[in-house]
């Protein structure tokens, strides 16, 4: 069965320091998206992308994020200067419409020391 | 805003017995209706998802949910409960078929042998 995948599945970084999260969302969808869950909390909305470009962001997902999909088959999250509250789990989804489905990554745990 | 209430953080069953998780939403129009569960380590499954016709959803592991445009409630049953469900379930619900998700903040289960 297809499935998203993330990489890495945990990653350090100093504050202020940039990291990017990957992920491959399934081969034949067109939708993407990218949630955060800070320990404790909900699962967030952080963005979602179709067509190459930026469909809806919440209000967390502010200048410091980007969203790339370099080569047709990877789709980043960027976050140029990581805080302590950046410190969550990352998730990846994509949606093909076939079936109106978001499939999610295993997730990325971001700690920011 | 759309958002979704789980009430229950964490509820405990034996094996064998019923199941009901529940899930309020607040959202002007019908909304799209999901739950997922995620186990450990693991990312967001779909267990089933409401978009119209029968109230009634059967879904994947034999769990079933209803909606209940009345009582804005879309709960989540299973008649008889394995130790393999024990996971932490969301419910989520989306504006349209492809757009963001918002997320309870989860249910956590556990089954007792």
């Known amino acids: 069965e297809p499935e998203v995948t993330q990489t890495p599945s945990h990653q350090v970084t100093q504050m202020g320091q940039e990291v990017i999260l990957r992920c491959v969302p399934i081969?034949?969808?067109?939708?993407f998206y990218w949630y955060r869950q800070i320990l404790g909390q909900k699962v967030e909305f952080l963005v979602s992308f179709y067509n190459n470009e930026i469909s809806e962001k919440s209000e967390i997902f502010d200048d410091q994020f980007s969203v790339e999909r370099p080569d047709g088959s990877n789709f980043t999250l960027k976050i140029r200067s990581t805080k302590l509250e950046d410190s969550a789990m990352y998730f990846c989804a994509s949606l093909g419409t076939q079936i109106y489905e978001q499939y999610f990554g295993p997730g990325t745990r971001l700690t920011v020391t | 805003a759309q958002s979704v209430t789980q009430p229950d953080i964490h509820i405990t069953v034996s094996e064998g017995a019923s199941l009901e998780l529940r899930c309020n939403y607040s959202?002007?129009?019908?909304?799209?209706l999901f739950w997922y569960v995620q186990s450990p380590g693991q990312g967001l499954q779909l267990l089933l998802k409401y978009f119209s016709g029968d109230t009634l959803v059967q879904g994947i592991k034999g769990f079933e949910a209803e909606f209940k445009r009345s009582q804005s409630s879309f709960n989540l049953r299973k008649p008889s409960v394995h130790w393999s469900d024990a996971a932490e379930y969301f419910c989520?619900?989306?504006?349209?078929?492809?757009?963001?998700?918002?997320f309870g903040q989860g249910t956590i289960l556990t089954v007792h042998p």
């Open positions: 989520a619900s989306g504006g349209t078929s492809y757009g963001k998700l918002t």
């Open positions: 959202y002007g129009a019908t909304p799209y």
């Open positions: 081969s034949n969808h067109l939708y």
